[in-house]
T-cell receptor
């Protein structure tokens, strides 16, 4: 039982390049989330999904797109990377109960030059 | 908009001493509150959560937190800190749709 995994762990991009971050979970969770973590700001929600084929915007969605074609996977895309997107990105998943725990992946450190 | 404030950015504590991390949340209906811990280079792990009932909540690793509605606070405590408790701690508020609002975090350093 791997929990929540993220690929890749590290990445360096040049401004304007594109990339996709992959999140996978093996706990059969309905809900999945993408966050970014910046110093002093905690984690902020980028996009989330309440089920296969659905996505919704979070607090800071601009410059990102997501897709949830399979229940176990949640993809985060950057179409044209900007230095402001340098951050650590975390994926999480949970059951659809507010009091339930969100399980987090180990994170992806992205640097945009 | 709901917000969560952690007034202390850094706290340094000696090993074996007690620890208290402060958290205040903005006014609203009965809040769903969590404390998560992030060890260096790691993801986040849930320490404890509160959504109703007893206002003193016990968590993992010897941590507890007390919900005080009158003070809009949910402070985290541990009676005796271990070197392995050095980490960043986040107070988090839950809202409809399972969306979480994070505080800015408190980084705890443990002196030998």
């Amino acid at each position: 039982n791997a929990g929540v995994t993220q690929t890749p762990k590290f990445r360096v991009l040049k401004t304007g390049q594109s990339m996709t971050l992959l999140c996978a979970q093996d706990m059969n969770h309905e809900y999945m989330y993408w966050y970014r973590q910046d110093p002093g700001m905690g984690l902020r929600l980028i996009h989330y999904s309440v089920g296969e084929g659905t996505t919704a915007k979070g607090e800071v969605p601009d410059g990102y797109n997501v897709s949830r074609l399979k229940k176990q996977n949640f993809l985060l895309g950057l179409e044209s990377a900007a230095p402001s997107q340098t951050s650590v990105y975390f994926c999480a998943s949970s059951y659809p109960v507010l009091t339930d725990t969100q399980y987090f992946g180990p994170g992806t450190r992205l640097t945009v030059l | 908009a709901q917000s969560v404030t952690q007034p202390d950015i850094h706290i340094t504590v000696s090993e074996g001493a007690s620890l208290e991390l402060r958290c205040n949340y903005s006014y609203g209906a009965t809040p769903y509150l969590f404390w998560y811990v992030q060890s260096p280079g790691q993801g986040l792990q849930l320490l404890l959560k509160y959504f109703s009932g007893d206002t003193l909540v016990q968590g993992i690793k010897g941590f507890e937190a007390e919900f005080k509605r009158s003070q809009s606070s949910f402070n985290l405590r541990k009676p005796s800190v271990h070197w392995s408790d050095a980490a960043e701690y986040f107070c988090v508020r839950g809202a409809a749709g399972n969306k979480l609002t994070f505080g800015g975090g408190t980084r705890v350093l443990v002196k030998p």
